[in-house]
């Protein structure tokens, strides 16, 4: 059973590194002991802001604080030596996505934290956004009929990380991981990619087939903006109704087929919480901290993380095989509820 204030150690004093130690901070049931970054600049910077220690060597801040649970926000590719020191000291954590850049990588992690019984936790936190939750109860509560298509485009600036297929990879794996969350499995993928801009393969167009006989698509970019409007929007369109996510926590619609209503949920002017794209890090924690004290499954796997990441791999071979990928029937690993 957890202790009733978890002393909690962030790796990763970054841009999102921050926003998990001000979550983990802002926490009555959490002590944020320690910060540790591997340029000291940023551990101490960090460090400093939310009262916590700053530490350059992971070993080091695990031998002193000796940590109840941990988050992992590294640069993208830089999560698995970490992690993996994590788990084999036995630390339960929640890591950010992606879990890894491939399939064998994954497995290490997932077979040695397996091994241990340990609490593993994937921040796929776009389920966690209202609009979501709305989307996925609307579905769940049969208010679609049977769903015959879904569609995810989501487009930004480049990142900094140096993979031919880092858009695919570190963040349309939000959209692989929301399509089966609120669709079902992914059975064959066909896929088209761009390279015209010179930083690998950063626009993909998939072509998805659900098992349960519905199609999808999901476009990614990062030759685009996130000051455009609609950076983001899924839809979900079933026999009796449609709903709509726009900027993943900006707006939700549903509407019944052939009807003029439309019942749409957006911030409240107070409401300062659900608009913010950085709180739902927070409604993801108060789920995946509750089910740590309870001794359960994360709300989110780590294997979800893998899956995602097959599913990307899926693509990648589809577009260069100029065949469509089929992919082996797998559950998905976690269709726990968000709300
Ligand atoms: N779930 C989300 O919505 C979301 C949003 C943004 C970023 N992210 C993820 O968060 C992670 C961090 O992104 P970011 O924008 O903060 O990147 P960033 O570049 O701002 O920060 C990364 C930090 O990690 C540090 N670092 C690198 N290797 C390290 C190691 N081995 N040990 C300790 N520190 C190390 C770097 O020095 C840097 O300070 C990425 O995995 C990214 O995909 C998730």
């Known amino acids: 059973m957890a202790k009733s204030t978890l002393r909690v150690a962030v790796i990763g004093a970054g841009r999102w590194g921050g926003e998990h130690a001000r979550a983990f901070s802002e926490r009555q049931d959490v002590e944020l002991c320690a910060l540790v970054d591997i340029d000291p600049r940023a551990a101490e910077r960090r460090a400093r ?82 609009p979501v939750m709305l989307a996925r109860e609307a579905i769940r509560s049969g208010r679609l009929g049977d769903l015959v298509f879904a569609t995810w485009r989501f487009g930004g600036e480049h990142s900094a990380t140096e993979h031919p297929h880092a858009n695919l990879i570190e963040t349309q794996c939000h959209g692989l991981d929301m399509l089966e969350y609120l669709c079902g499995p992914i059975e064959s993928v066909a896929a088209e990619m761009t390279e015209m801009t010179g930083r690998g393969l950063t626009t993909i167009v ?27 929007l899924l839809e979900v369109n079933g026999t009796d109704g449609h709903v709509l996510v726009e900027d993943t926590v900006r707006r939700f619609t549903y509407q019944r087929k052939g009807s003029e209503h439309r019942e749409v949920w957006e911030a409240g002017y107070f409401n300062d919480v659900d608009r913010a ?63």
């Open 49 to 130: 802001e939310f009262r916590a220690r700053p530490y350059v060597d992971l070993h080091d801040m695990l031998r002193a604080e000796k940590p109840d649970f941990a988050s992992v926000a590294v640069s993208n590719m830089a999560q698995f030596s970490p992690t993996l020191e994590l788990i084999r000291a036995g630390v339960p954590l929640l890591v950010e996505k992606p879990l890894a850049f491939s399939l064998d990588d994954a497995d290490v992690l997932l077979d040695e934290a397996a091994r241990r019984a340990l609490f593993f936790a994937i921040d796929f936190n776009h389920r966690y956004a209202r």
């Open 206 to 232: 998939l072509s998805l087939k659900f098992a349960s006989g519905a199609v999808g698509s999901l476009v990614g970019s990062y030759d685009s903006s996130y000051q455009y409007s609609n950076v983001h």
């Open 277 to 339: 794209f950085r709180r739902i890090l927070d409604s993801h924690l108060d789920a995946v901290l509750a089910a740590f004290r309870r001794d359960e499954e994360p709300p989110v796997h780590a294997s979800a993380g893998r899956r995602a990441l097959a599913l990307a791999f899926a693509a990648i071979q589809a577009y260069e095989s100029g065949r469509r990928t089929m992919i082996p029937p797998e559950p998905h690993p976690s269709t726990k509820s968000a709300a």
